[in-house]
């Protein structure tokens, strides 16, 4: 894994004025919610419509072991209030992979 990573994804927002990078949303994940954290690429701040590469490091990635693929859109949420998605572009952890 590139510096514990798990995910490299394209993340767009699309319900909230501002993100950083660092931001710690839910990600609903085959119907379990988990904590990732964000790093951007090129940027310290997304904005609402705003779309950025990045990676992601999931709290608990052993409670949902092979369920991704790339390709896969991801939602992100505080609450219940869906803030954007993910689209993941490569898979860093060999667990995850569906």
Avoid: W
């Amino acid at each position: 894994m590139i510096n514990n990573y798990d995910i490299k994804a394209q993340i767009t927002v699309t319900n909230k004025d501002k993100c950083f990078s660092g931001f710690r949303p839910a990600h609903l994940i085959n119907n379990y919610l988990t904590t990732g954290i964000h790093t951007y690429i090129g940027t310290d701040c997304l904005r609402k419509g705003e779309s950025t590469e990045g990676y992601i490091k999931f709290i608990s990635p052993e409670y949902y072991p092979h369920t991704m693929k790339v390709g896969d859109k991801i939602v992100f949420q505080e609450g219940s209030n869906v803030v954007g998605y993910i689209e993941v572009l490569e898979i860093l952890n060999d667990l995850l992979k569906a």
